[in-house]
């Protein structure tokens, strides 16, 4: 992210530096507001949550910590990705150009990381 980008957040105390750190802060207080205040809510972001919980849940069932860097980097992708106005040859062709040249071994995928449970993280 780069410096001077706008942070919409709640008013959770963790939040309350961030504009010390060259960002601009906007805050939701959905208890005195309601869902918007502004222009100011963290619908959006909750709803990427969401989406990634249930997916996790309905695709992969059990998920585990070690990887969950590329679990999230592939529901950023289905997001990103994911207008169903595009053509399809169009989401076709960002697919392949996405995964092109990017693979995992099998011996990477199973080895464990020191400070890492290798058990797998159930939603």
Known sequence: M?????I??????????ISKLN??????NHFEYGYS??????NGVES????LKHGLQGVYHRASEKHMGLYVNEFTW???E?????HSLERLDSLIGSITGKQITYETLIANKEGLES?????
């Open 23 to 28: 960002y601009e802060h906007e805050t939701a």
């Open 8 to 17: 919409r957040s709640d008013e959770y105390i963790s939040y309350k530096n």
């Open 2 to 6: 780069q410096k001077g980008s706008t």
């Open 119 to 123: 058990n797998p993280v159930i939603f």
């Open 37 to 42: 205040k502004n222009g100011v809510t963290t």
């Open 78 to 80: 289905r997001l990103n």
């Open 48 to 51: 990427v949550w969401a989406v």
């Open 82 to 86: 994911g207008n169903v106005k595009r």
